[in-house]
Each structure stands twice: as structure tokens, then as C-alpha cells.
């Protein structure tokens, strides 16, 4: 009986914890239904309640579809950042996706001279923070005349060191007896890389996959940066200069850019748990 307690203490403390993490997101959905004049009142309170936490709305006096209506017909700039956004998450995931795991595959499974430097390059990279690399990227992508463009944004990303240190510790841990097996059956290393090491990274593929969508999609500094164009830039550049100057749709504007990282999240949530306890990622 006494062991139950803390249990239920913790148990309870978790909740508590998991209730309080929600609550902002909630309430964000919340009030994008809320009408413009609503807002517009709530906000105003914040000069009053400067030194003090503001009332909560529990319910509206009528649901209003308003500021969706704002969002996707009387103000297409937001539909275009948000479709800026997708196209640079879908465009690193799709070059990430032909590069990380082949490099990862490389690093893992062959012996070539210089592989151990080039793993710690990878390594002394991925410590690195990107005010470290920020100088000799745009360098390199002024040489190439890449300055400004989307490529600008998705080139760097699709070589992001992390992920390829997560994927070949990862690969480093199977055992070689399968791709032996797989020899014997006449696969080669392309066969191998497709037919084994592929499908048996499932878990780790779908974490990395998941967490890469997450940093593309709330990336800052890379298209402040390499982006001088404002309606070229990603929606979560522009969200709060946006959300400042149209006060009336920030909550809107906030839940629609909410529901991707949600969708990755619910979809690939067990690969995310499995993946990071198989590679030790506590």
C-alpha cells in the first residue's frame, strides 16, 4: 500500500506536468474561433495587466470563423509564407533523405582511408552552433551564385551532421551476419543498402525524419540569413512581425502553423520513442 503512494503521487505530477505543456496549444485553438472584436478587447488588457497574468476567455460570446476566412481568402500573404514553409520542409526531407542515410551507410559498413577523420569532422560539426558555420556557408554560397535562392535554404540542410551521426550509430549496431547472408544471396552493396539496412532502420529513419520536418519547419536564422527577399522567407520568419501588425488573426495564424509539427508527431510517434531508445538517445 505505502509503495502505491508515491506512484500515484507521481502519476498525478505527470499529469499535472502533461496538463500544463497543453494548456498554451489548447487555448490557442481555443481563441482562433473567438471574433475580431473579442480580441481585439482581450489584447488591449495587457497595458492594465502589465505586472500581472491576464484573465482567461472560457467561452466566447459567438464562434467565428473570421480569422480562418482572413487567413485563406483576404489575405493570401499568410497562405504564401505557409506554403514557403512547406516547400522548404518537403525540400530538406527529400534531399535528406537521398544523402543522410547513404553517408550514414558509408561511415557504418565500409573501411576507406580517412573514414575516421571524416566521422569526426561530421562530429566536430554537429557541436558546432550555426553562428560557427554561418561565415563560410554564405561564402560558399555566394561562389556558387546561390545567395537568395531556395537552394540557399536547402543545400546546407541536406548534409545536417546530426542526423548523420544518429543514423550511423545506428547502423553500426547490426549485426554483420545479415549483410553476410545477404552476400551469400548475391545482393551487392546497393542491393544490401536498399533490401537490409533500409528496412531495418525503419525506427530511426522515421525519428530522424520527424525531428529534421521539426527543425526545418521552425527554422530562424538560416533564411533571415541567406533570404534577403521577406515573401521568400518561411512562416515562421515572418509569424511575429505578422502577428504584431494583425493582431485580429495571430491566433488563427498560430493554430494552422501548429497542425504539421502535430500531424508529424501523432503519425510517427512510435518510431520517434523506438528510435531514440534504440540509439541510446536519452
Known amino acids: 500500500m505505502m509503495a502505491k503512494k508515491p506512484r500515484l503521487f507521481i502519476h498525478a505530477l505527470m499529469w499535472v506536468i502533461v496538463a500544463l505543456l497543453l494548456l498554451p496549444i489548447v487555448f490557442t485553438f481555443?481563441?482562433?474561433?473567438?471574433?475580431?472584436?473579442e480580441m481585439d478587447a482581450?489584447?488591449?488588457?495587457?497595458?492594465r495587466f502589465s505586472e500581472a497574468w491576464l484573465p482567461l476567455?472560457?467561452?466566447?460570446?459567438?464562434?467565428?470563423?473570421?480569422?480562418?476566412?482572413?487567413?485563406?481568402?483576404?489575405?493570401?500573404?499568410?497562405?504564401?509564407?505557409?506554403?514557403?514553409s512547406v516547400t522548404y520542409g518537403v525540400g530538406i526531407l527529400l534531399g535528406q533523405m537521398v544523402f543522410v542515410?547513404?553517408?550514414?551507410?558509408?561511415?557504418?559498413?565500409?573501411?576507406?582511408?580517412?573514414r575516421e577523420a571524416l566521422f569526426f569532422v561530421v562530429m566536430a560539426l554537429m557541436l558546432m552552433p550555426f553562428?560557427?558555420?554561418?561565415?563560410?556557408?554564405?561564402?560558399?554560397?555566394?561562389?556558387?551564385?546561390?545567395?537568395n535562392t531556395t537552394w540557399a535554404v536547402l543545400l546546407p540542410m541536406w548534409f545536417t551532421p546530426f542526423y548523420i551521426f544518429l543514423l550511423r550509430q545506428f547502423m553500426v549496431g547490426i549485426p554483420a551476419e545479415m549483410f553476410e547472408a545477404g552476400m551469400m544471396d548475391g545482393a551487392g552493396p546497393v542491393r544490401a543498402y536498399f533490401h537490409v539496412m533500409m528496412p531495418v532502420c525503419r525506427p530511426v529513419?522515421?525519428?530522424?525524419?520527424?525531428?529534421?520536418?521539426?527543425?526545418?519547419?521552425?527554422?530562424?536564422?538560416?533564411?533571415?540569413?541567406?533570404?534577403q527577399n521577406e515573401m521568400a522567407r518561411p512562416l515562421s520568419v515572418m509569424f511575429n512581425v505578422l502577428s504584431e501588425s494583425k493582431k485580429d488573426?495571430?491566433?488563427?495564424?498560430?493554430?494552422?502553423?501548429?497542425?504539421?509539427?502535430?500531424?508529424?508527431?501523432?503519425?510517427?510517434q512510435e518510431d520517434i520513442l523506438l528510435g531514440v531508445q534504440l540509439s541510446e538517445l536519452k
Open 30 to 37: 481555443f481563441y482562433s474561433f473567438f471574433p475580431k472584436s
Open 42 to 47: 482581450y489584447l488591449s488588457l495587457r497595458g
Open 57 to 84: 476567455l472560457v467561452s466566447p460570446k459567438v464562434f467565428s470563423l473570421r480569422q480562418y476566412y482572413t487567413i485563406f481568402i483576404e489575405e493570401p500573404m499568410y497562405l504564401r509564407l505557409f506554403l514557403n
Open 101 to 114: 542515410p547513404s553517408m550514414a551507410y558509408a561511415l557504418s559498413r565500409f573501411r576507406f582511408r580517412g
Open 131 to 147: 553562428q560557427v558555420i554561418q561565415a563560410p556557408t554564405v561564402i560558399t554560397l555566394r561562389t556558387l551564385n546561390l545567395m
Open 205 to 227: 529513419l522515421g525519428a530522424a525524419l520527424a525531428l529534421s520536418f521539426a527543425d526545418s519547419w521552425n527554422m530562424v536564422e538560416q533564411p533571415l540569413v541567406y533570404l
Open 249 to 268: 488573426i495571430a491566433f488563427a495564424g498560430a493554430a494552422l502553423y501548429i497542425v504539421p509539427m502535430l500531424v508529424m508527431y501523432f503519425y510517427f
